[in-house]
């Protein structure tokens, strides 16, 4: 299996570092606008060949998969472009800057038949998958609370320019927390989005504060805070916590709380997995990743997250903003 990479910045490293751990795949092409970037890569990961652009890679052909990581106005058209010349695309979050543009790639997919995979990561992420093989104890989930936020930083350059990133921390971060408690519901639909958004710790023409509030088909609701540069967080990145008729569970710590109202307890089960952790986002969340999107070539199997749910968390980004400008809740179809 031969990769090509576009970007050679932050996220494309780790992604590389997986495919790197891999058996039976070479790392064949990189793709990146700075020569200094893409000749630093090149050379930490032993590629040999080197594009200025996605065109220029398709043109000359001969790899099976692109992993996009590149500024989030460039992810539609690169993967479009991958697509349709039948190379499968695993293309970073958010999938596009608006809800259109993640049709188009859908469609470029069913077309083709390449897969169209969305990287949001935090489906192979351990803590979370342990949380998710509890809920059956849960009874039936209400509410979640789940956080995108960074407290004391934040991202810089194109990320806070909103005609490169779409959006700010709630297209940035937010869109994890979105995903993750979406996820641990078993991806309902969503029906109706409120939001308010702000900018008040920077300049940035993108949102650096931001809740939302999300009502899905099956009647639970969601409510997810987004921000950069914010004075304190409840949760790191895609902390979660789900709050049933039967009992509690959360993200980092990650365990359940099961009250037995005969016994006058709370039984607490334990996930056993260290928080806080090293690295919030472990390179073994991408890895296991990585592995699943070539899995998924490999057997022919359409990927999760793919398209779809990727087009579900636009959706609701999308009516975040729109909520956000007109004062209202909106409606999701
Ligand atoms: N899932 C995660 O945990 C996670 C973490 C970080 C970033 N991301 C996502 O990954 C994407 C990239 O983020 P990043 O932090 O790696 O950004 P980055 O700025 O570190 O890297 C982007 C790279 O793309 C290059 N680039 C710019 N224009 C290009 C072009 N026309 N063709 C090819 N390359 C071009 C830049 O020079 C840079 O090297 C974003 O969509 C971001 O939301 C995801």
Not at 64 to 74: E, K, M, Q, S
Not at 156 to 183: C, E, N, P, V
Not at 201 to 226: A, L
Request: charged share 25%; with cysteine.
């Amino acid at each position: 299996m031969k990769i090509a990479f576009a970007g050679a910045g932050y996220i494309i490293n780790i992604h590389a570092k997986a495919a790197r751990a891999l058996a039976d795949v070479e790392l064949a092409a990189v793709v990146e606008k700075y020569p200094d970037r893409s000749a630093e890569f090149a050379k930490k990961f032993r590629i040999k060949r080197i594009y200025e652009t996605v065109d220029d890679l398709l043109k000359a052909g001969g790899v099976d998969a692109l992993v996009i990581g590149t500024p989030n106005f460039l992810h539609a058209s690169q993967a479009i472009a991958a697509l349709e010349a039948g190379v499968h695309v695993l293309v970073e979050k958010p999938m596009a800057q608006d809800v259109r543009q993640a049709e188009k790639m859908i469609e470029a997919s069913e077309k083709s038949g390449a897969k169209l995979m969305v990287a949001h990561c935090w489906r192979f992420d351990k803590d979370v998958n342990w949380l998710k093989d509890q809920t059956g104890k849960l009874g039936k989930i209400i509410r979640t609370k789940g956080y995108g936020v960074h407290a004391h930083w934040g991202p810089s350059g194109w990320f806070t320019q909103k005609a490169l990133a779409g959006g700010g921390a709630m297209a940035d971060m937010g869109i994890h927390a979105i995903d993750t408690a979406r996820y641990l519901l078993n991806d309902p639909k969503p029906v109706s989005v409120f939001a308010k958004l702000g900018t008040h710790y920077t300049d940035f023409d993108v949102d650096d504060t931001g809740v939302v509030f999300i009502e899905w088909e099956n009647g639970t609701s969601s409510y997810v805070e987004s921000g950069w540069w914010q004075p304190h967080t409840d949760g790191p990145e895609a902390a979660t916590q789900l709050y049933g008729t039967q009992g509690f569970g959360q993200l980092f710590p990650t365990q359940v709380e099961l009250p037995n109202a005969e016994a006058q307890k709370v039984e607490t089960i334990k996930s056993g997995f260290k928080f806080p952790r090293k690295e919030q986002c472990p390179q073994s969340m991408y890895d296991t990743q990585m592995a699943y999107f070539l899995k998924c070539i490999r057997e022919n199997l359409v990927p999760v997250p793919g398209g779809a749910e990727g087009l579900v968390n636009m959706k609701v980004i999308e009516a975040a903003y729109q909520s956000n400008r007109e004062g209202r809740v909106v409606e999701v179809k």
